[in-house]
């Protein structure tokens, strides 16, 4: 505990480099999900190219990623930028395939009155289909968020600060109250991005309150594939 | 690109592949590793699963607990448990067999839970006792969905066993962090390499795999991904 008090300035320092590191990633693989979602929603030879692509980027696994990676797009392995990438290829590859579920569970029936009311397929997607499918999406973003933040630690090995940084120097310097400190202070973050998420989605789909349940239902089934 | 052209030769140079740090050795290492956690994971939460799947109960209980563990850093884990129980394979053990627990109990539920109940009640009425209508019912129609999780599981503990040469000396991620110390990129791309080379190969065979389990009077109408919470309309 004595550990704890006398390096909160240390504990904030790798807190602030951590959000730094994994907020980025989040906006990011959300903002390039959707287009690419649309693309395997709407055609069928996109589906199995996007599908398969990124189920095989999902499989290559992080600290591999974070050490080829500088070699591709020539960041230093230490450089922020670096995480940044290699983690927003990560949500990326999650939520591509949320985002075509979820455009895939809007009710046909829907989508013919839209078409019938004379809604173009730009307004459509807009008005109809991405409003419909959010639930879906928040779901999918809070499992994107929740293991980015928790992946960010891993480039801590490699040199790259954040609160992993904290495991890294636990571990060789034996302190066990500094493993755990940042143990506590990821999976808060963690919990922190997690709520925000389920706020930021309450107030941009307030209709969503009243069908929780299925919106719950939504969540496990997303959770049980991630 | 000369770092690949490097790294490639670091792939092919046959010292590589003799003695106790050879390539072959190091791959056989991960890959046991990979397979016992996954055993000793699966011995948890398979039953689990099922008795959650079959029962309905305690449901929440294993969806709060699986976003959790979700949030809990590996490499603090890993090293937590290197801490107290000393450098070696114990840590990575531990700390990847509890990480492999969600996918495969989330993965033995939901397959259960996926299942059309009046398939369940039919059986149940020609006078299937609940230990049959488990093993003759449930279990072949869950095990598509069984083997998804399994396939997630495996692909993180594959992943994270890398982490694992951080704490002892072991498996493809000890080239890495080898690599690393001694600025030798060609090893450390090289050893990269290998890792995801290998995930991708289990990716291959577990997809092959997941086909192959649906039995084969379902295979024609149901959709085997379980994200499909709702019929998709057929197109």
Request: proline share 5%; net charge positive; hydrophobic share 55%.
């Amino acid at each position: 505990m004595t550990w704890i008090w006398s390096n909160l300035d240390l504990i904030w320092d790798r807190t602030l480099d951590h959000v730094l590191v994994s907020v980025p990633p989040i906006i990011l693989s959300f903002l390039i999900a959707v287009p690419l979602g649309w693309v395997a929603h709407r055609f069928r030879l996109g589906r199995g190219l996007v599908l398969t692509s990124v189920g095989l980027l999902y499989a290559v696994p992080s600290l591999p990623l974070f050490v080829v990676l500088p070699f591709i797009v020539g960041t230093s392995g230490r450089s922020p930028l670096n995480l940044i990438i290699a983690l927003t290829l990560y949500g990326v590859a999650l939520m591509v395939r949320v985002v075509a579920d979820g455009l895939a569970s809007v009710d046909r029936d829907v989508r013919q009155s839209a078409t019938a009311v004379g809604f173009s397929e730009g307004t459509q997607f807009w008005r109809v289909e991405l409003p419909l499918a959010g639930p879906v999406l928040l779901a999918g973003l809070r499992v994107v968020a929740v293991s980015t933040v928790s992946l960010t630690t891993v480039g801590a090995v490699i040199g790259a600060q954040s609160l992993g940084s904290l495991f890294t120097d636990g571990f060789q310097r034996g302190i066990q109250a500094e493993i755990i400190a940042g143990i506590v202070a990821t999976v808060t973050l963690a919990l922190l991005f997690d709520g925000a998420l389920v706020l930021l989605g309450r107030l941009l789909m307030p209709w969503t309150r009243a069908t929780q349940a299925t919106g719950r239902a939504t969540r496990t089934a997303v959770e049980a594939t991630a | 690109m000369t770092f690949f052209i490097e790294a490639m030769a670091w792939l092919v140079d046959p010292a590589n592949y003799v003695g106790p740090n050879a390539i072959g050795v190091r791959v056989l290492e991960h890959l046991g590793f990979t397979l016992l956690t996954l055993f000793f994971a699966s011995v948890v939460a398979v039953p689990i699963g099922f008795l959650i799947g079959h029962t309905g109960r305690g449901r929440g209980l294993a969806v709060g607990s699986s976003g959790a563990l979700r949030a809990i850093p590996t490499l603090g884990l890993l090293t937590l448990v290197a801490l107290s129980v000393g450098i070696g394979l114990t840590a990575p053990y531990v700390a990847l067999t509890v990480l492999a627990i969600p996918p495969i109990l989330a993965g033995a539920y939901t397959g259960f839970e996926a299942i059309d109940r009046k398939t369940i009640d039919a059986a149940r009425a020609v006078g299937m006792s609940e230990g049959q209508i488990v093993r003759k019912v449930e279990l072949p129609l869950g095990l598509p969905l069984l083997i998804g999780g399994l396939r997630s599981a495996t692909l993180q503990i594959v992943a994270t066993a890398t982490l694992a040469a951080y704490v002892a000396d072991f498996g493809l991620g000890r080239y890495l962090f080898a690599g690393l110390k001694t600025r030798d990129y060609a090893e450390m791309l090289g050893g990269s390499i290998v890792v995801i080379l290998l995930a991708l190969a289990l990716e291959g065979i577990f997809t092959v795999l997941q086909k192959l389990v649906v039995p084969r009077g379902v295979a024609a109408g149901r959709p085997t991904d379980i994200r499909v919470g709702s019929p998709r309309p057929a197109r």
